[in-house]
């Protein structure tokens, strides 16, 4: 009881903190397919005057007859612009651990049946926009595959994303 309602607490705190940055997800390995909605939070830490190192979090939730899958990736990345201008279109690959929980029964050797595992390793690659910063916020519009390397699954994830991010240091700037 105490940790369902320790989780369901974080939750909440996650998505109140984390309301402007959204996306939709659509998930899918053996036998479950499923579209779900998530929140994130991008940190952006610029290491030239056209590229980023990324960090991540997120959790996202997916439900399909009956069946549940919570993930959450902690992720870094290296978000590359292609015109080498800091916006615009960029490519981001990013790597890092998935955290996942489903309610999907498997049996085990002995026909006992117990949560499916489908947490792991994870990498992923991210395509999008990043507008011009207003301040210290940067908005971008993108699209992101996603895969976890579960023990029992391995889930991929397709995600759209309306997300700005939070951009620390100073870039030296010409305008």
Do not use: W
């Not at 579209?35 to 994130?40: L, N, R």
């Not at 910063?133 to 993108?142: A, D, E, K, S, V």
């Amino acid at each position: 009881m105490t940790k369902r309602l320790l989780f369901v607490l974080l939750v909440q705190g996650f998505c109140k903190t984390s309301n402007a940055q959204l996306e939709i997800d659509r998930l899918s390995f053996k036998g479950f397919n499923a579209v779900g909605f998530g929140g994130f939070l991008n940190f952006a830490f610029p290491v030239s005057d056209a590229d980023y190192v990324t960090a991540e979090i997120g959790l996202s939730a997916f439900s399909n007859n009956g069946n549940d899958v919570i993930t959450a990736p902690f992720v870094a990345g290296y978000r590359f612009t292609i015109d080498r201008s800091g916006t615009g279109f960029y490519l981001e690959p990013n790597a890092g651990y998935g955290f996942a929980a489903t309610d999907i029964q498997l049996p085990d050797a002995q026909g006992i049946y117990s949560d499916a595992k489908i947490a792991g390793a994870s990498a992923g690659l991210s395509f999008g926009y990043l507008f011009q910063p207003t301040g210290r916020i940067q908005f971008n519009l993108g699209i992101r595959y996603e895969h976890i390397f579960g023990s029992d699954f391995a889930p991929n994830i397709f995600s759209f994303r309306i997300s700005h991010a939070f951009t620390f240091g100073r870039r030296e700037s010409s305008y």
